[in-house]
């Protein structure tokens, strides 16, 4: 009994003594320590967030996946299971364990080696900001001195949020609620005492103690975690029970937050943010809101896959990916080798198991074994070249085979989902809309699959040549210098001396190499004709065309006043494009494309954004303000222009939109490249303009008949089909439009009522406006002239 009496004062002479020792030190090294007051505005290494304009995330980037959160927002159980896991006198202690460190020291003396044993909460705080993890003696007292100033400085609530936001818990994750999300997929609020048991089971060692990775492991320092609960009163015994029996989460949730699929869209931003911020954009907590609209891009997203699947199918089939015989005797192997095959556009893979005459049986990733007959794949003639594919197959084992790695689209279907036959196309294809009035991008699709493809953003990079989608800025710079849509112009063979090269002529022609005489300018347009377009070139002059189209934004710098330019020779992108296009739609402005609206973090609130778009008349033209929509074209120009692509729609070569559609206020223009090594249309309707591309990378020839009607504009029909607002009236015209009824063969001015007369829009403000002529054959002698005192 003396001898217990004995020990328990030299215990708490020590202790004593440490004390003052502490205290003695903290005096002496104080001035040397460094300052902790910027842990009262520390700033966490937080990723880049990409979101949508509704706040849905569509992206993160940076190394370290972390959330910071205050005390408040910590649950009770998560705390208790951190102190009990760490620090059970936290609570209690100054900052320093001294009995820890007693224990430290005896086994120094036991084993002859230094442990990190005794360090409490605070200490780890204090190495985790300011120290390395190195084990030294130096290292350790400067520890406890910094957690003693810590713990001058801090509440306990503090210290512990400090701590729990900054550890490392495997997997890119940071902090515990970053940590709840990749394990859980939960929020703080949400988790149960085993699940956070296994959180405060990690900081310890995230990797070996992984309950992914390594879930024996795991599940041996979560019971040692619930034990330590249940010992200090923490947790009762039946929730010890129940807890010890939770299963462990089998799977990461990495991308679990993630709302709106546009990895184009997030690409794009984040190149800026890092060009704009260099590497520092991946540790700022930047939170990047972007203009995407959620669904037109989901709807984007499916219409341009669909049109590139559908294109392909045009083509025929080339086979299998792989074989994969080799795997077929062994269903565990097979099963996770196909678990490991990555999905494609949507595309799943499959392996063939068996193969008969009138049906296959396939085991497909993530839908388990499904069949496939002959009507799943009655496309699948054999690929032969981009204008030949063999018969129509017969019997499904003339397409499929044993062992085949295959790609199956699954489709909705009245008794549910069903499973169609395809394959990865090996065309590309982008699909981009805006907002017309402000050039926000609501949508970009930049290839069929971001992860698959070379990450190559076809939107913002593919300099392809426009073919007939130029024609529209030619078209409105007729109009602009005195032609209307009544103009007649010759459909004729033209020669172009010199045209090729010196000494080689160039003699261009119309598609199908028809000619059709004499033809209203509305009608030319309609139809695409291209020697009309070349002559209006060369009656409007090549250097106004070029300059006009400058106007509109496009990349005419390298470009040269040549008559091939009417027929879209040089290239622009598809954002150009639709940016183009957008001037038509709204009026007459150009507004230049936006991705990024605003940029935040946490501690400096909003550091950038993206200023309100104005429509300005009587700015500059080339005004670089991006506040500033400037006038390019007059309001009439615009209205005549949007008349004449609603013709193109209605009957032209945009008239697959108006069967599918049906509406009276779209339109558009369809482009088309020598040997169809590109299609397009772009197209407009209320609130939207967007533009759809189809072709190959290395340029190859689409096929014969892949017209910018056939493989582009699907896509589009698809896309405005699902983010159109009903349909609105026809617009009225602007001040200084005029209609007059005109013969349709010779665009000159008839009386109202005479047989096939069809009515016509005239600008009557554009003093150079060639007006049409009277038709005095077809005068009645009446009185009744519809617009004599306007003409």
């Known amino acids: 009994m003396k001898l217990i009496k004995i020990i328990f004062y030299l215990v708490g002479l020590g202790l004593i003594l440490a004390l003052a020792g502490v205290g003695v030190l903290y005096r002496l090294y104080n ?55 760490e620090d059970d006198r936290f609570f209690e202690h100054i900052g320093v364990d001294f009995l820890g460190l007693a224990r430290a020291a005896v086994e120094l003396v036991r084993t002859g080696e230094k442990s990190q044993g005794g360090s409490t909460i605070t200490m780890q705080v204090a190495r985790n900001f300011y120290l390395g993890r190195e084990k030294t003696y130096t290292r350790k007292l400067y520890e406890i001195l910094l957690a003693v100033k810590i713990e001058r400085a801090f509440s306990k609530e503090d210290i512990l949020a400090l701590y729990l936001n900054k550890i490392f818990m495997g997997h890119r994750a940071y902090g515990v609620k970053a940590a709840a999300q990749v394990y859980f997929d939960k929020d703080l609020p949400e988790l149960t005492a085993a699940e956070a048991a296994m959180l405060a089971a990690l900081p310890k060692a995230p990797s070996t103690t992984n309950p992914v990775s390594n879930p024996e492991r795991a599940l041996a320092r979560r019971a040692y975690v619930l034990g330590r609960m249940l010992k200090l009163g923490l947790i009762d015994q039946p929730t010890f029970e129940r807890s010890i029996d939770e299963p462990l989460p089998g799977r990461l949730y990495t991308s679990a937050e993630v709302v709106t699929r546009a990895p184009y869209a997030a690409e794009m931003a984040r190149r800026d943010l890092v060009e704009k911020y260099g590497q520092e954009a991946y540790e700022m907590g930047l939170a990047v809101h972007t203009s995407i609209d959620p669904e037109a891009q989901q709807s984007a997203t499916r219409a341009l896959r669909q049109g590139l699947i559908d294109y392909d199918r045009r083509h025929g089939y080339r086979g299998p990916e792989s074989d994969w015989s080799d795997w077929l005797e062994d269903r565990e192997a097979l099963e996770k080798q196909l678990a490991n095959t ?121 300099e392809r040549q426009p073919g007939s989608g130029f024609k529209p800025y030619l078209y409105s710079a007729a109009l602009d210098q005195g032609f209307t849509w009544a103009s007649m112009i010759n459909d004729s063979p033209v020669v172009v001396e010199d045209g090729v090269r010196q000494g080689i002529d160039w003699r261009p022609s119309n598609y199908g190499r028809s000619f059709g005489g004499m033809r209203r ?198 896309f405005m089909r699902d983010v159109l607002p009903p349909p609105e009236e026809i617009e009225e015209p602007p001040e200084g439009i005029v209609t007059a009824w005109i013969d349709p063969d010779t665009g000159k001015r008839v009386p109202e009522g005479h047989p096939g007369a069809i009515r016509e829009y005239f600008d009557s403000t554009n003093p150079q406006a060639q007006l049409p002529e009277k038709d005095a054959a077809a005068e009645s002698g009446t009185s009744r002239e519809v617009i004599d005192n306007l003409f």
């Not at 966490?44 to 995330?57: A, V």
């Open 31 to 85: 001035t040397q320590l460094p300052s902790v007051d910027e842990l009262g505005e520390v700033r966490y290494q937080m990723p880049m967030r990409i979101h949508d304009r509704e706040g849905g995330l569509i992206a993160e980037f940076g190394d370290q996946r972390r959330f910071p959160v205050s005390y408040d927002q910590l649950p009770p159980v998560l705390v208790d299971a951190f102190v009990a896991a």
């Open 342 to 462: 990555s999905r494609v556009g949507g595309l799943l893979p499959g392996v063939v198991l068996e193969a008969g005459a009138a049906e296959a049986r396939v085991l497909v990733r993530d839908a388990g074994e499904v069949v496939l007959d002959l009507d799943s794949m009655s496309w699948a003639c054999e690929y032969q070249d981009t204008d030949r594919c063999g018969p129509k197959p017969k019997a499904v084992d003339e397409v499929l085979g044993r062992g085949d790695l295959i790609r199956v689209e699954s489709v909705d279907s009245d008794d549910g989902v069903a499973y169609r036959l395809a394959q990865i196309p090996e065309v590309t294809g982008a699909f981009v809309a805006l907002d017309p009035s402000s050039g926000a991008i609501r949508a970009m699709v930049g290839g069929f699959d971001f992860f698959h493809d070379s990450q190559f953003n076809n939107v913002t990079r593919a």
């Open 521 to 718: 300018m509305r009608d030319a347009l309609t139809r695409s004709v291209n020697l009309v377009s070349i002559r209006l070139a060369q009656a409007v002059g090549t250097s106004t065309v070029l300059e006009y189209a400058g106007r509109f934004g496009l990349p005419v710098e390298e470009w040269k006043p040549t008559l091939s330019m009417a027929l879209g020779s040089y290239t622009l992108t598809p954002l150009d494009q639709v940016a183009g296009f957008a001037v038509f739609a709204n009026g007459g402005y150009r507004v230049s494309p936006f991705l990024v609206t605003e940029v935040d973090n946490p501690d400096d609130g909003v550091i950038d954004s993206h200023p309100a778009v104005s429509r300005c008349d009587d700015c500059p033209v080339d005004t670089a303000d991006p506040s500033l929509a400037p006038r390019v074209i007059s309001a009439q120009n615009a209205f005549l222009m949007r008349s004449g692509l609603r013709g193109v729609v209605r009957e032209g070569t945009g008239v697959r939109a108006w069967r599918a559609l049906e509406r009276e206020d779209i339109g558009g223009k369809t482009g088309t490249t020598n040997d169809q090594r590109d299609a397009w249309f772009t197209g407009f309707g209320p609130g939207w303009v967007a533009t759809a591309w189809v072709g190959f990378a290395d340029n190859s020839e689409l096929g014969r008949r892949e017209t910018g009607g056939k493989a582009a504009l699907p896509a589009w029909i698809d």
